[in-house]
């Protein structure tokens, strides 16, 4: 009969083979999973008083996922969210043992019955055109990787890895320029560039030593640019916008920002949502209908549509309207 595989033994595989060769998951995926074991091996040595050389399988009970999650939310003051995407993890992980330790599969049982919290919804912060269009032109003023950059991370709707992975070998830029962007799960896309952006790109590019593996974005050492640097550039461009625009612009704006505000704009443009699906790199649709949701134009819309059919046509035409606005003008 064969011995039963350690808790370290089979955590090891999982990390270094299963999820990167079998699953072909990104490197960052990997630091995921890695990071939510580091977490629970720390939670263990600090509130359990077992050291990580001692974690087995059996310390795997619900109640003890239970308190690692309430340890995140309180004393590491992580979000339900992050919380949920942490337990995530060991589900993930004890899906994988119960496939490969059988024996394990009573302990796998007690990870995965545990429930993840209810997290609420966030609001999708967006920003107006007027006030992307004002954080280029800050970008602009501090050279033209910057607004390549911001151009990049709005125009393609891109995540900001995504925008830092782009290597010269990923943009057409003669017409129909396009980029090819390389996502979740490493499934790559292509995506169209406007004319505006292909032009920016373009000037920036010719900067760039001609290594077609290159990366198109790097820091002052010459090495491909991280996100960190990336969220850097895009803040001090808010903040200087902010401090012109304080009405227009947040003091804080994230890459993730942009990519939601294209999402907006293509939507309140008319672009079908099965095309801001594949633009954005959404695996479905039903992800993608969250900017319907939070679309307060298209709500409006909608309801007026439904109540056309309901209630018939408003009474108040155009000019009754107007009539209307003046007097509350006048009056309050």
């Given amino acids: 009969m064969a011995a039963a595989r350690p808790f370290a033994d089979t955590l090891a595989q999982f990390l270094t083979i299963y999820l990167p060769v079998t699953r072909a998951c990104s490197r960052h995926t990997v630091s995921s999973y890695r990071d939510a074991f580091t977490l629970f091996l720390r939670f263990m040595d600090q509130q359990q008083a077992t050291p990580p050389d001692k974690v087995s399988f059996v310390d795997f009970t619900a109640p003890n996922v239970a308190s690692f999650l309430g340890w995140l939310r309180t004393d590491r003051q992580c979000?339900?969210?992050?919380?949920?995407?942490?337990?995530?993890?060991?589900?993930?992980?004890?899906?994988?043992?119960?496939?490969?330790?059988?024996?394990?599969?009573?302990?796998?049982?007690?990870?995965?019955?545990?429930?993840?919290?209810?997290?609420?919804?966030?609001?999708?912060?967006?920003?107006?055109?007027?006030?992307?269009?004002?954080?280029?032109?800050?970008?602009r003023r501090r050279g033209p990787r910057d607004l390549a950059l911001l151009t990049t991370?709005?125009?393609?709707?891109?995540?900001?890895?995504?925008?830092?992975?782009?290597?010269?070998?990923?943009?057409?830029?003669?017409?129909?320029a396009s980029a090819t962007l390389t996502g979740k799960g490493?499934?790559?896309?292509?995506?169209?560039?406007?004319?505006?952006?292909?032009?920016?790109?373009?000037?920036?590019?010719?900067?760039?030593?001609?290594?077609?593996?290159?990366?198109?974005?790097?820091?002052?050492?010459g090495e491909q640019l991280g996100?960190?640097?990336?969220?850097?550039?895009?803040?001090?461009?808010?903040?200087?916008?902010?401090?012109?625009?304080?009405?227009?612009?947040?003091?804080?704006?994230?890459?993730?920002?942009?990519?939601?505000s294209k999402a907006m704009h293509l939507l309140e443009n008319g672009v079908n949502l099965i095309y801001i699906r594949d633009i954005l790199?959404?695996?479905?649709?039903?992800t993608t209908e969250v900017y319907a949701k939070a679309n307060p134009e298209m709500k409006r819309q909608a309801i007026e549509a439904a109540a056309a059919?309901?209630?018939?046509?408003?009474?108040?035409?155009?000019?009754?309207r107007q009539d209307l606005l003046t007097w509350l003008r006048q009056a309050i």
């Fill in 79 to 139: 979000s339900t969210a992050t919380a949920n995407q942490r337990l995530a993890a060991l589900k993930s992980f004890f899906r994988y043992v119960q496939s490969q330790a059988p024996e394990q599969v009573a302990q796998a049982q007690q990870v995965l019955g545990v429930k993840a919290a209810q997290a609420p919804e966030p609001a999708i912060g967006y920003l107006p055109v007027e006030a992307v269009g004002l954080l280029l032109e800050h970008a």
């Fill in 153 to 176: 991370l709005y125009d393609t709707g891109a995540r900001v890895q995504e925008a830092c992975d782009l290597s010269v070998r990923d943009l057409h830029l003669d017409r129909p």
């Fill in 186 to 221: 490493r499934k790559s896309r292509v995506v169209p560039l406007t004319p505006q952006a292909a032009q920016i790109l373009t000037q920036h590019v010719r900067a760039l030593p001609h290594d077609p593996t290159g990366p198109v974005f790097t820091n002052r050492a």
């Fill in 227 to 260: 996100r960190a640097g990336a969220a850097y550039i895009l803040a001090r461009c808010a903040h200087a916008a902010h401090a012109e625009r304080p009405e227009l612009v947040p003091e804080k704006v994230s890459p993730h920002m942009l990519r939601h």
């Fill in 281 to 286: 790199g959404h695996a479905s649709i039903v």
């Fill in 309 to 320: 059919h309901t209630l018939g046509p408003s009474r108040y035409d155009q000019a009754s």
